[in-house]
């Protein structure tokens, strides 16, 4: 009895330093943070395939060079947006799932 007694005061204290350090910021829970990363990930899709409709009008008639060059800015751009790290967001998405 003595021992299943520790066991739950150690899960009770576990969870409220878990809440802690969610509440702090230093922790997130993983189901928010796959949601925001599911909507960068198809931000970044959607920005990718957008690039051929919105760059070829100014591509017409340049020399390879000139084209690579814009294709590479234009596919850095959208991963760069990507690769950002919004706490907010992810702070965000957890506070709404506690609803």
């Known amino acids: 009895m ?9 899960a009770k204290a576990e969870i409220a330093e878990m809440n802690l350090a969610e509440q702090r910021g230093e922790l997130h829970r993983a189901v928010a943070v796959m949601s925001v990363w599911a909507d960068n990930v198809m931000n970044a899709k959607t920005r990718l395939l957008a690039i051929p409709t919105k760059i070829s009008p100014e591509l017409v008639g340049k020399d390879a060079p000139e084209i ?5 800015e234009e596919i850095n751009e ?16 957890a506070a709404s799932l506690r609803k």
Do not use: V
């Not at 003595?2 to 150690?10: D, K």
């Not at 959208?78 to 998405?93: C, G, K, P, V």
């Open 2 to 10: 003595e021992a299943a007694q520790t066991r739950l005061t150690t």
């Open 68 to 72: 690579t060059h814009k294709l590479k």
């Open 78 to 93: 959208a991963l760069n947006e990507l690769a950002e790290y919004d706490e907010r967001r992810i702070t965000s998405a």
